[in-house]
């Protein structure tokens, strides 16, 4: 950082103690340095509005996501109890905005100096909030699926990841929560992707999304690659639950849930699914519910889940629940390949060569698949309530892609139950959500459920306590 980036004098920094409110921590003043446009008044009055209709409450749980990253913790309200005092305010100056920070974690710098990587992330904060809340506030364009599309390419834009470049880019999906033995394995795919020089896009967080960032950070380090893309995609629900982790160099804050799935499927050039959690099987149903569509039957888009050999029962019951709910068809649609990261590098390889070259013959852009057909129902913002989750249609007879927008929308609920604070408090207020639908599906969903529960998939520190009930 720059002479400007400098700490207030010691009496600003604390020191360290058993009490968490006394953990150290530092207050300053930081300038973006190339990494974040000028702010209208507008935005800089919306970032600093303290009221409800204001944004200063989400950016600073944004922010202090940001400055704890690498924090090994999943409960949204946690970093907030160990820096009650943490704030920051956005200011307007002649020369561009600055940043003031107050009582911020003292991990986030070195030598009282923010650590760059921390601040690059931090200004893409600013950014993607100022520019959802005022450009997408109230956007009568928001209400089609062509508006919603043009929206996330926008947003896309806007960070700056979308280049003109050849396909590269892999997205990789999988739990925050799992074990060493697949950690290792994520970095081990990371490794064989890099050396073919695949960027990675993750969702930004811990465990299998960390993972194979670190392990391409060596592979293109050994083949001199310079421009590497390490891109974290977020949205505030999660960022909160899910700090960045410290290899993201491009991190980008989509405004919902349904917005974030659909960049990842727009960006991305193939996506590999590590073992996971409720979000985990999210993002499969969403994928598969869109790829069922027989407007996407010619699409070219590389699928591929895998582990290690302890991971194989992991993908057997995931495979069950899939041919039981959506049949043989959306099966077809992924390859399994266990305790092989050579191969499924090869094999993502190839597909993505096939996507270039079905790019060139129906001369759609590399960096944004506009030939992709994502229905209105996958993309409208699924708000979970009690009485939403119970209203779900879980039963057979309807079409695949039908059930799993609804399917989707039940792991949803369940994710927010688990780590967003909107959706706990529900719980905490009316207890679990309870879902319900054909005997044979619910039956199917309790077990893959309960694994998840004794596999330690749900959570990262303490014991779960389910937020739903499987009533069906």
């Not at 980036?5 to 207050?27: F, M, Q, R, W, Y």
């Not at 590269?168 to 074990?179: A, D, E, F, K, P």
């Amino acid at each position: 950082m720059d002479d400007n980036n400098k700490p207030l004098p010691p009496d600003a920094v604390g020191s360290a103690s058993a009490s968490a409110a006394s953990l150290p921590t530092v207050s300053t003043h930081i300038y973006p340095k190339g990494a974040l446009d000028v702010l209208s008044r507008e935005e800089v009055a919306r970032l600093r509005d303290a009221s409800g209709a204001g944004l200063h409450d989400l950016l600073r749980r944004c922010a202090l996501a940001v400055l704890t990253s690498g924090s090994a913790n999943d409960d949204p309200r946690a970093a907030q109890e160990l820096y009650p005092h943490f704030d920051i305010e956005v200011k307007q100056q002649d020369r561009g905005v600055r940043l003031e920070l107050r009582n911020a974690p003292a991990m986030a710098f070195v030598d009282g100096q923010i650590i760059r990587g921390v601040a690059e992330l931090l200004f893409a904060v600013v950014r993607d909030l100022a520019f959802t809340a005022i450009d997408l506030n109230g956007d009568p364009e928001l209400g089609n699926s062509a508006g919603i599309t043009d929206a996330v390419f926008r947003l896309l834009r806007n960070a700056r990841v979308l280049f003109p470049a050849d396909p590269n880019l892999v997205v990789c999906w999988g739990g925050h929560s799992i074990g060493q033995d697949e950690y290792k394995y994520t970095k081990q795919v990371g490794y064989e992707l890099g050396l073919r020089g695949l960027d990675i896009c993750t969702g930004c967080g811990p465990g299998a999304m960390k993972g194979p960032m670190k392990g391409a950070t060596i592979a293109h380090a050994k083949q001199r690659r310079r421009r590497t893309r390490y891109i974290g995609i977020t949205e505030p629900g999660i960022i909160a639950a899910e700090s960045p982790n410290p290899i993201v160099n491009h991190l980008v804050i989509m405004p919902d849930i349904e917005k974030r799935l659909e960049a990842f499927v727009r960006m991305g050039h193939g996506i590999i699914v590590f073992p996971g959690g409720v979000g985990t099987a999210e993002e499969i149903l969403y994928l598969l519910g869109i790829l069922l569509r027989e407007e996407n039957a010619h699409l070219r888009f590389p699928l591929i889940l895998t582990g290690p050999t302890g991971a194989a029962p992991y993908f057997e019951q995931i495979d069950k629940f899939i041919r039981l709910t959506l049949g043989d068809e959306a099966a077809s649609l992924y390859d399994i390949i266990v305790a092989d990261p050579i191969q499924v590098a090869k094999r993502m390889g190839g597909g993505i060569r096939k996507v270039k070259e079905q790019r060139v013959a129906q001369r759609d852009s590399f960096f944004f698949n506009w030939g992709l057909d994502v229905p209105l129902a996958f993309q409208q913002p699924f708000v979970p309530t009690h009485e939403l989750m119970a209203s779900l249609d879980l039963h057979h007879g309807r079409k695949p892609h039908a059930l799993a927008a609804d399917l989707r929308r039940a792991f949803s609920g369940i994710v927010a139950g688990n780590v967003k604070e909107a959706a706990m408090r529900q719980i905490e207020a009316r207890g679990p959500f309870e879902i319900n639908g054909d005997p044979d599906i619910m039956r199917a969903l309790d077990a893959l459920l309960r694994a998840f529960v004794e596999q330690r998939r749900m959570k990262i520190s303490g014991d779960y306590q389910p937020c739903y009930k499987v009533v069906g």
